[in-house]
């Protein structure tokens, strides 16, 4: 079996992690975020106390979407430089990464593809190694097919895992990096808690033949680019209360503009951001990850979910209030939402059908009414979940028009 060689080189990190806000185009006017939302009211209780909600949207809109590099002209709300956690919205940053890393690797060895066996060993205390003929735990086959899917399609955590585990913190950082998204920062396994220095570490992974052997990142990571990185008031701690804020200095963060702007490149290659993007992605991974990010729960035969269970909007967070303006049977929407730590996060790609009109909407907002961290009572139901319905409906009446 050959061994590929990885050297864990120190990567420079980039300057302004908060990335700044692109320019919207000449002539291009921003739309009154504010004023929009605030049609609906179930808005107004979030939009009154917004730095309190740590609330933010990035709309982008197509100045001309017949030209061969069309443009965006972007609208905003709230302040980029204010911390949110990304949660699982971060996850579409492993899903691309590890695509191109798969890329890369078949051009040495034509048995790494997305349907190989992936065999992961153990590196910590209590790990269990993955053997070539698993399976996941859902019956399916443990490839990056399989996995990337549900990454995308249920926000699988262990899914996400794994691709960082093929990247290492510096290979999915650096990818982020010279792609143009200075301000991504991937700090860490999701659900699996680790120290710093265990999150530096990976486990080896194997695919088809080839090996990707375990090593410790060497590359430094910084949260100074965002103001309040303290967050709630007290948080719990082994069952226990724990009084103070939270620091989120060493967790996952990016730019709303940034994780926005992924998207589009992952989505609307021909769009230009002013960054590099993904050009390297191949056509076929990129048909596959957008097929993904649009495809809903029930829609699925690989992984198989049940909408009872798994209904259209459990990872679509703007969905239902999109779809009072255009049909469900009309619409797509391709997204990556996260939710955690009384953070709630969707980045979108909105279309239309009926007309081919579409636009991007990332928007993030963090509820807590107590201040509690990990008490499990973030009003994402009672809040947070209305809130992005009427923002959803609101945004599309504007964009596209009133109910046809």
């Known amino acids: 079996m050959p061994i590929v060689a990885l050297l864990c080189l120190v990567v420079a990190l980039p300057q302004s992690p908060a990335a700044a806000p692109s320019p919207s185009p000449a002539g291009a006017v921003p739309r009154d975020l504010a004023a929009i939302l605030r049609t609906e009211p179930a808005c107004a209780t979030v939009l009154d106390r917004a730095k309190e909600h740590r609330l933010q949207i990035v709309l982008a809109?197509?100045?001309?979407?017949?030209?061969?590099?069309?443009?965006?002209?972007?609208?905003?709300?709230?302040?980029?430089?204010?911390?949110?956690?990304?949660?699982?919205?971060?996850?579409?940053?492993?899903?691309?990464?590890?695509?191109?890393?798969?890329?890369?690797?078949?051009?040495?060895?034509p048995s790494v593809t997305l349907d190989a066996p992936v065999v992961i060993g153990a590196r910590f205390a209590g790990d269990e190694p993955i053997a070539a003929d698993a399976t996941d735990v859902d019956g399916g086959p443990l490839t990056f097919r399989h996995l990337l899917r549900k990454l995308v399609l249920v926000s699988d955590n262990a899914a996400h895992n794994h691709c960082v585990e093929l990247l290492g913190q510096d290979g999915v950082n650096r990818r982020m990096w010279e792609a143009g998204f200075a301000s991504a920062r991937l700090w860490h396994r999701l659900s699996e808690a680790r120290t710093p220095a265990e999150n530096r570490q990976t486990r080896e992974v194997c695919v088809g033949d080839m090996v990707f052997p375990a090593r410790e990142a060497g590359i430094g990571l910084a949260n100074d680019g965002w103001t309040e990185l303290d967050v709630g008031t007290a948080s719990m701690q082994g069952g226990e209360r724990?009084?103070?804020?939270?620091?989120?200095?060493?967790?996952?963060?990016?730019?709303?503009?940034?994780?926005?702007?992924?998207?589009?490149?992952?989505?609307?290659?021909?769009?230009?951001?002013?960054?590099?993007?993904?050009?390297?992605?191949?056509?076929?991974?990129?048909?596959?990850?957008?097929?993904?990010?649009?495809?809903?729960?029930?829609?699925?035969?690989?992984?198989?979910?049940?909408?009872?269970?798994?209904p259209d909007h459990a990872c679509k967070f703007v969905l239902r209030g999109v779809r009072d303006v255009v049909p469900a049977d009309k619409l797509r929407?391709?997204?990556k939402i996260g939710r955690a730590y009384g953070f709630s996060t969707e980045n979108a790609y909105v279309v239309d059908g009926r007309d081919g009109r579409a636009f991007f909407l990332a928007?993030?907002?963090?509820?807590?009414?107590?201040?509690?961290?990990?008490?499990?009572?973030?009003?994402y139901e009672d809040v947070a979940d209305p809130f992005l319905d009427a923002a959803g409906r609101a945004i599309a009446r504007a964009v596209f028009g009133p109910p046809r």
């Open 333 to 335: 929407v391709y997204d």
């Open 242 to 310: 724990v009084d103070g804020p939270m620091s989120f200095a060493q967790k996952n963060a990016i730019a709303l503009d940034d994780l926005q702007d992924v998207l589009v490149a992952v989505m609307r290659p021909d769009v230009v951001l002013g960054k590099r993007g993904f050009p390297d992605l191949s056509r076929a991974h990129r048909r596959f990850l957008v097929q993904a990010l649009g495809e809903l729960p029930r829609e699925s035969a690989n992984p198989k979910y049940d909408p009872a269970k798994t």
């Open 61 to 109: 809109e197509f100045v001309d979407p017949l030209a061969k590099q069309p443009r965006l002209a972007k609208s905003r709300l709230g302040d980029p430089q204010q911390y949110f956690y990304p949660a699982s919205s971060i996850k579409l940053c492993a899903a691309v990464g590890a695509l191109l890393a798969l890329q890369d690797a078949a051009v040495r060895d």
């Open 363 to 379: 928007i993030t907002l963090y509820t807590n009414a107590d201040g509690v961290l990990n008490d499990d009572r973030y009003g």
